[in-house]
């Protein structure tokens, strides 16, 4: 049986509508369920379907890949790779990530915490002139490389 991380993964992979996208957030997350990453925290299925209606919008081009996964009863553990493009720069990045998810008896979703760092993608995003990165302190330039 596929966990709701792996479900969530393909998903994401093709998804096509607004439609799929409620489909997949109704069908893995209970009603009052939580998702937090490091730039946002919403309750509810309505909210966590506009999160990723936000992030399809945002990045068109979207891809994830699972590298692992450990699961118990009521947790599950999962650590990834995203590859996005933007409508704001036509290079594509890639930032790793780990997902902790904790279910109910019937395996739906609860609470849904995304783990990835904000610089890594500010950092891949934002590539600033190397002759400025040059003259930065060392911890800044250390930062922004």
Do not use: C
Not at 34 to 61: C, M, S
Not at 115 to 136: C, G, K, N, S, T
Request: aromatic residues 10%.
């Amino acid at each position: 049986m596929r966990s709701p991380k792996q479900v969530m993964m393909d998903n994401l992979n093709q998804l096509e509508s607004d439609q799929a996208l409620e489909e997949m957030v109704f069908e893995l997350y209970a009603p009052e369920a939580t998702f937090e990453d490091p730039l946002q925290r919403v309750r509810g299925r309505k909210a966590i379907v506009a999160v990723y209606r936000d992030l399809v919008k945002i990045f068109p081009e979207l891809s994830a890949v699972m590298k692992r996964e450990v699961r118990t009863e009521h947790t599950h553990v999962a650590e990834w790779d995203m590859t996005f493009k933007s409508k704001f720069w036509p290079k594509a990045i890639t930032i790793s990530g780990t997902t902790w998810l904790e279910v109910d008896n019937k395996g739906m979703i609860l609470a849904h915490k995304d783990y990835w760092d904000l610089w890594q993608f500010v950092r891949r995003a934002v590539r600033l002139p190397e002759a400025l990165v040059e003259r930065l302190p060392e911890p800044l330039r250390h930062l922004l490389t």
